[in-house]
């Protein structure tokens, strides 16, 4: 028995040696190490020219950045076609845009009494350069903080039918 009692403290004196015995020294002062981050800037935000938000501002003249240089919309609205640019907008657009309030992005009630239909469907066809490369486009993202729209990829047909349906909302 006395052998084993030995045996046992014997093991954990040495067990306790091998533990310790080691200090870790504190350094004086404080001090961070940090690293930049690799990620990319937003977009740079151009400055209003006026104190009107971008999102109430009117700029008919502006076509947008894109494949539609012109467009012209008849006196009368074509019902079929609004029919369709609401099942589109409805599923397409209706994550980020409510249709009479500001959401993550701007509500198209009245757009076309803002803009161009030509800007609305460059910005519904081709956001990515939108967002580069035209001025208003830019200052809308620095409003809506610095989301960008997403392209959902339609064609010329369904922008032109959610414009039409954009023509309904008064």
């Known amino acids: 028995m006395k052998i084993i009692n030995r045996s046992v403290v014997i093991f954990f004196s040495l067990l306790l040696m091998a533990c310790g015995?080691?200090?870790?020294?504190?350094?004086?002062?404080?001090?961070?190490?940090?690293?930049?981050?690799?990620?990319?800037?937003p977009?740079?935000?151009?400055?209003?020219?006026?104190t009107v938000p971008?999102?109430?501002?009117?700029?008919?003249e502006n076509k947008g950045v894109g494949?539609?240089?012109?467009?012209a919309l008849a006196p009368d609205i074509d019902e079929a076609l609004a029919k369709k640019g609401e099942e589109i907008y409805t599923q397409m657009c209706l994550a980020c845009h409510r249709?009479?309030?500001k959401f993550i992005g701007p509500a198209p009630t009245g757009i076309l009494e803002r803009r161009s239909p030509e800007w609305v469907m460059n910005m519904i066809l081709n956001p990515e350069v939108m967002v580069k490369e035209d001025p208003l486009a830019k200052e809308l993202m620095a409003e809506f903080n610095g989301a960008p729209m997403a392209n959902q990829g339609l064609t010329q047909e369904q922008a032109r039918s959610v414009v039409e349906f954009f023509r309904t909302l008064k």
């Not at 999102?55 to 008919?60: A, E, M």
Request: hydrophobic letters at 25%; zero cysteines; glycine letters at 4%.
């Open 43 to 50: 977009a740079e935000a151009v400055p209003a020219t006026s």
């Open 99 to 101: 249709v009479d309030k």
């Open 54 to 60: 971008a999102s109430k501002r009117v700029d008919l």
């Open 21 to 41: 015995g080691k200090e870790e020294k504190k350094k004086e002062g404080f001090s961070v190490n940090r690293e930049k981050s690799k990620t990319e800037k």
């Open 67 to 71: 494949p539609i240089t012109s467009l």
